[in-house]
């Protein structure tokens, strides 16, 4: 379960460090903010929600039908 004052202290925190901009005059540039916003968030969630792997019950193994002749 993700501990959700940790991931906003720690988005706070890398959103900071972002550059701000209120002139962009080409969607290049647009597009380059967008996705450093984007990599700004995704490192957050990763940084701050741990990963757990399924229980074991959970995992599904498939079964192959061989066919007799």
């Known amino acids: 379960m993700a501990n959700w004052k940790k991931v906003n202290k720690t988005l706070e925190c890398k959103l ?3 550059e701000t901009r209120e002139d962009i005059h080409m969607p290049a540039q647009l597009h380059m903010h967008i996705k450093e916003l ?3 968030i995704t490192d957050a969630i990763d ?3 741990p990963k757990n792997k399924p229980p074991q019950e959970m995992l599904v193994v498939p079964v ?3 066919q007799t002749q």
């Open 16 to 18: 900071d460090g972002l």
């Open 38 to 40: 984007t990599c700004t």
């Open 47 to 49: 940084m701050s929600i």
């Open 64 to 66: 192959t039908h061989h």
